[in-house]
């Protein structure tokens, strides 16, 4: 049973690196898409000669390539948007690996928007690619896109924006990997309450803090929010959000929302909880054009460790960041679509794999320069 699935796995994907040559390795239009109506499963292949004929070809194939897993075979990538430093860093790890390894890989701008990322998946499901890795613009949109992936029987692997459980049980060839976004947000606080004064900077009893959030559609800016606030009360300290407002994981939003805030807000400010690095090199920009000191008389955490944060972490312009590991997450992804291609099914419940989190301050920070 799981020979033949494998075969099956083979045989289109011989099939499909024909088209996918034909069509000279996709853009965006859905132009000369071959094959385009249904999938073709094996089970609707009629033609008995040609088909043994194919069959026995595709037997070889599965032989040689059983050993060395997915080697040659196409995959889609999809990426909720180009523009985002963390998923610049996470895409290139992935084309590295998934290049090294053999496979022709397309990847594709959803250009946060999730219409158009719908037409991407449903181009690379036309163009018969063997697997899809997917990056959702919206996590809301999980159900549609699994529903849609499951039609086409593409092993597929989210990555990036976590779907619910129960999401993901709907096809037991689709597998999450990410990280545990509650694990980001309680780090962040503990890098506060490993201060010397625990956040409270003005010993007035508690910590005043303001929150710029990601885009709060997703999980991870919704738990970093939570946890990293959590955190300081779990360990008994009194709290004080003095603002807290989106900033979509984007610099630039960051830098505005920091820059009003210590214009409105001044030194009642101890704390800056970004949910991502790029906002926080952004919020540093504002806390250096307002005066102020890091470490000194405010304190600034992200999330990402970014190069750009590494830097501003050792040069002590930020208090911490937390390790969200692409090439690990790139590592694991890559394993796990692989695990799909040879035949994984997931059990549901079990479709979430993680990677940790790691704490970054001046004391480790080289370790990850
Ligand atoms: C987060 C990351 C952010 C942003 C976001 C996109 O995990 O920390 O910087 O890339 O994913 O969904």
Do not use: H
């Amino acid at each position: 049973m799981r020979l033949s699935k494998k075969v099956i796995a083979v045989a289109m994907a011989s099939m499909m690196m024909v088209s996918m040559t034909a069509c000279g390795n996709s853009n965006s239009e859905p132009a000369a898409a071959p094959a385009p109506a249904t999938p073709a499963p094996a089970e609707t292949q009629a033609a008995p000669a040609e088909t043994q004929a194919a069959q026995a070809e595709a037997e070889t194939v599965a032989a040689s390539v059983a050993e060395t897993t997915g080697e040659g075979g196409t995959v889609g990538v999809c990426i909720y948007k180009f523009d985002d430093a963390f998923m610049t860093t996470y895409r290139n790890a992935l084309q590295e690996i998934l290049e090294g390894k053999g496979y022709t890989v397309t990847f594709m701008d959803g250009k946060n928007d999730q219409a158009e990322q719908n037409n991407q998946i449903n181009n690379f499901i036309a163009q018969g690619v063997d697997a899809l890795i997917i990056n959702p613009v919206m996590t809301s949109a999980a159900d549609q896109i699994i529903a849609t992936v499951k039609d086409a029987d593409i092993p597929t692997v989210l990555i990036n924006r976590e779907p619910t459980a129960e999401q993901m049980s709907a096809y037991e060839k689709l597998v999450y990997v990410g990280c545990d976004a509650r694990q980001s947000g309680t780090m962040q606080g503990e890098l506060i309450l490993d201060t010397e004064n625990k956040g409270d900077i003005n010993g007035d009893g508690k910590i005043s803090y303001i929150m710029i959030q990601g885009d709060p559609e997703n999980v991870d800016a919704q738990y970093r929010t939570e946890f990293s606030v959590k955190a300081l009360t779990d360990a008994g300290m009194e709290v004080e959000q003095l603002d807290l407002q989106r900033g979509d994981w984007d610099r630039n939003k960051g830098q505005e929302i920091a820059q009003n805030d210590l214009a409105q807000f001044g030194d009642e400010i101890e704390v800056v909880f970004c949910n991502n690095d790029d906002m926080a090199i952004g919020a540093l920009q504002a806390i250096q054009a307002a005066g102020r000191t890091v470490n000194e008389d405010i304190y600034l955490v992200g999330v990402d460790a970014l190069d750009a944060a590494l830097n501003e972490v050792a040069a002590g312009n930020m208090t911490g960041t937390v390790l969200n590991d692409a090439q690990g997450q790139a590592e694991g992804a890559v394993a796990a679509m692989e695990e799909l291609l040879g035949g994984k099914t997931y059990a549901s419940g079990e479709q979430s794999i993680y990677v940790d989190y790691v704490k970054v301050t001046p004391d480790n920070v080289a370790d990850f320069q």
